[in-house]
């Protein structure tokens, strides 16, 4: 079974994947990414049997014939976060006036260029009215490579990103979440492909999953979906 995971989900996956393999004897390989570029894969044609993205993307290839109508299974929600370096000092980005002037003040941010955080990240520089002084500031990280690790080794004062995802990374420290107003919560959504060799083993597997994250997504930066 092969399964397109959104890096948002990945440190809940990666321990549970292995419990399920060697309770079922089940092959499972995972293509991590960002959501928006394993559809892309997706779209060039990779075949896979489950998707992990997010509830819109999952929503949308219901709509296009090409996950199961009815499929769709909400795993978790997850915020935007602000990390530094290890052993520096923590800034304020409780409202938005501060974290407007922790940005100003500092020499450098990291944000992904095609995850969700990194999509919706330059909205809030919109909105707070920074966008054009802080293109100098930005730094994106080649593909592959997790923000909280371009922080880690000095590269960036700030980091931006999904805090699944900043909190596995030696070196860093989370700050906090984005303020309220600001913030963005997404859902990360399993749905089965049209094409899956088995259904009923992704649906096993799916149920699995839903069941066995619950317990790790508060440690993981996560929170249960409302409903899943």
């Known amino acids: 079974m092969h399964i397109l995971s959104s890096n948002g989900m990945k440190s809940v996956i990666v321990d549970l994947v292995p419990r399920y393999r060697s309770m079922t004897g089940t092959e499972i390989s995972i293509t991590w990414g960002s959501a928006v570029g394993l559809v892309q894969e997706l779209e060039r044609g990779t075949r896979a049997d489950l998707v992990i993205?997010?509830?819109?993307?999952?929503?949308?290839?219901?709509?296009?014939?090409?996950?199961?109508?009815?499929?769709?299974?909400?795993?978790?929600?997850?915020?935007?976060?602000?990390a530094v370096r290890a052993g520096t000092s923590k800034p304020d980005i409780g409202s938005a006036e501060s974290l407007k002037a922790?940005?100003?003040?500092?020499?450098?941010?990291?944000?992904?260029?095609?995850?969700?955080?990194?999509?919706?990240?330059?909205?809030?520089?919109?909105?707070?009215?920074?966008?054009?002084?802080m293109k100098s500031r930005i730094v994106i990280p080649e593909p592959g490579t997790p923000v909280g690790e371009v922080v880690a080794r000095g590269d960036a004062e700030l980091g931006v990103q999904q805090i699944s995802e900043l909190l596995?990374?030696?070196?860093?420290?989370?700050?906090?979440?984005?303020?309220p107003p600001l913030q963005k919560?997404?859902?990360f959504a399993a749905g089965t492909l049209v094409d899956a060799e088995d259904?009923?083993?992704?649906?096993?597997?799916?149920?699995?999953?839903?069941?066995?994250?619950?317990p790790l997504l508060a440690q993981r930066g996560l929170e249960p979906a409302s409903g899943g």
């Open 199 to 214: 259904h009923g083993a992704v649906t096993a597997l799916v149920k699995f999953l839903a069941a066995e994250s619950r």
């Open 168 to 179: 596995p990374v030696a070196g860093i420290e989370i700050v906090g979440p984005l303020p």
């Open 185 to 187: 919560i997404t859902t």
């Open 102 to 133: 922790t940005l100003l003040a500092a020499r450098s941010v990291a944000h992904s260029r095609s995850g969700m955080s990194g999509i919706y990240f330059p909205t809030v520089l919109t909105r707070l009215g920074i966008a054009d002084a």
């Open 53 to 82: 993205l997010t509830d819109e993307m999952v929503d949308d290839l219901i709509a296009r014939a090409k996950v199961v109508a009815g499929t769709r299974v909400d795993l978790a929600r997850s915020g935007i976060g602000i």
